[in-house]
């Protein structure tokens, strides 16, 4: 099995601030870790959750993944990253299972991670995640 752990689950969000706000409102909950990662054009903020976290999205720039996943979808689930003990080995076994990756190659991710996604096409309908810590 090279999946380890659900590592997070991403909701995009158009104000993290109130986002934010909500989850410590609603559960109490704290957040854990915040970063802008500008290779995706992002701002997130994790809140965990035992192991894993909820992962709270935002845009940083127009042109960035989130901001596109918010002007065609709106707010919501944008994908589940996959914790694997390593990222390659994993998005190769997905890419000989027929999915279509994103990132050809792992690259580094937020938390000091590496990660690839894999195309929802591929993976019925989720866009997914793999995390290597």
Known sequence: MLLTEIDHVAIAVNDLGAAIEYYAAA?????????????DGVEEALVKVADSYIQLTTATRPDSP?????????????????RVDDCAAALQSMIDAGATPIDKAPR??????????????????????????
């Open 66 to 82: 989130i901001a596109k996943f918010l002007e065609k979808r709106g707010e919501g689930l944008h994908h589940l990253g996959y």
């Open 108 to 133: 580094p991710g937020s938390r000091g991670t590496t990660v690839a996604f894999v195309h929802p096409k591929g993976s019925f309908g989720t866009l997914i995640e793999l995390v290597q810590e």
């Open 27 to 39: 559960f109490g909950a704290e957040v854990h870790h915040r970063e802008i990662v500008e290779s």
